[in-house]
């Protein structure tokens, strides 16, 4: 009898310990492909500037596709993960997330709609800065709980 007992113990031992593993090695797998998201839209921005500052209507052209590559299913592909940044308010983790979403939408849009249109890169820039300040303003809330 004690050998049987033992024998169930340790396996609902092991089936524990490979599910927390199990968990552990999903949510990594998720950081990291958040991390890539995010380097992608770092990438973006960055090929934004540098079409502004050296008047490359392709690399703002560039810029703009690699944020729209970036934010396409975007929290599909990370709403759980995120969701986890702020454990006490997972809803608000989401909603601010998707507010970001439509913000960097609309300004991707108009970068966009204004890359041909002008020789005044300033609206441009008025929406990079705005991108940027959604980047930032996420990172705030949320990264103060990002595992790193």
């Not at 929290?75 to 308010?89: A, S, T, V, W």
């Amino acid at each position: 009898m004690k050998k049987v007992l033992s024998i169930i113990i340790a396996s609902i031992i092991t089936l524990s310990t490979s599910s927390a593993a199990d968990i552990i090695d999903n949510d990594l797998a998720s950081t990291t492909r958040l991390k890539n998201t995010m380097r992608k839209f770092a990438t973006g921005l960055d090929q934004i500037q540098k079409g502004i500052i050296y008047n490359d209507r392709d690399k703002i052209e560039m810029g703009v596709r690699v944020l729209r590559q970036a934010r396409k299913n975007f929290l599909k592909k990370h709403g759980e993960i995120l969701k986890k940044q702020m454990p006490g308010d997972p809803k608000m983790a989401m909603h601010m997330a998707k507010k970001s979403a439509e913000r960097i939408k609309k300004f991707t849009k108009m970068m966009n709609g204004q890359v041909h249109n002008t020789h005044d890169f300033s609206k441009i820039a008025a929406a990079y800065t705005g991108i940027f300040n959604q980047c930032v303003g996420c990172h705030q809330k949320l990264r103060k709980n990002y595992v790193k």
